[in-house]
């Protein structure tokens, strides 16, 4: 088993940036794919990002892609989401998953693959 700890959100203004950062404890976090989902108010919870267990393969949904990038530190035990020109669409509850049952790409992309939430980080980004 492994818990996830998510930290870093807040409030900023449109075209700001901030990095989110989850943290991970208990079994080992190399070897799980782990990806960043986003819940908007009365929204479903969608992927945005996710990386594979290594860090070699990512994803990025469109919506994000050359504004976003996920990373992971294998050897901290953390997971990093950098967001840049940040948008008011981006603002969410910004959870952290991880999963064991990754395929041959290492990336997880559908929220069932996923077993290990965080409670999640809030982000708001004022207009």
């Known amino acids: 088993q492994v818990q996830l700890v998510e930290s870093g959100g807040g409030l900023v203004q449109a075209g700001g940036s901030l990095r989110l950062s989850c943290t991970a404890s208990?079994?080992?976090?190399?070897?799980?794919?782990t990806g960043w989902f986003r819940q908007a108010p009365g929204k479903e919870r969608e992927l945005v990002s996710a990386?594979?267990?290594?860090?070699?393969?990512?994803y990025h949904v469109d919506s994000v892609k050359d504004r976003f990038t996920i990373s992971r530190d294998n050897a901290k035990n953390t997971l990093y989401l950098e967001m840049s020109s940040l948008k008011p669409e981006d603002t969410a509850v910004y959870y952290c998953?991880?999963?064991?049952?990754?395929?041959?790409?290492?990336?997880?992309?559908?929220?069932?693959?996923?077993?290990?939430w965080g409670q999640g980080t809030r982000v708001t980004v004022s207009s």
């Open positions: 998953a991880a999963g064991t049952d990754w395929p041959t790409s290492g990336l997880l992309l559908t929220i069932r693959g996923y077993d290990y």
């Open positions: 208990g079994r080992s976090f190399a070897t799980y794919a």
């Open positions: 990386i594979s267990w290594n860090g070699v393969n990512t």
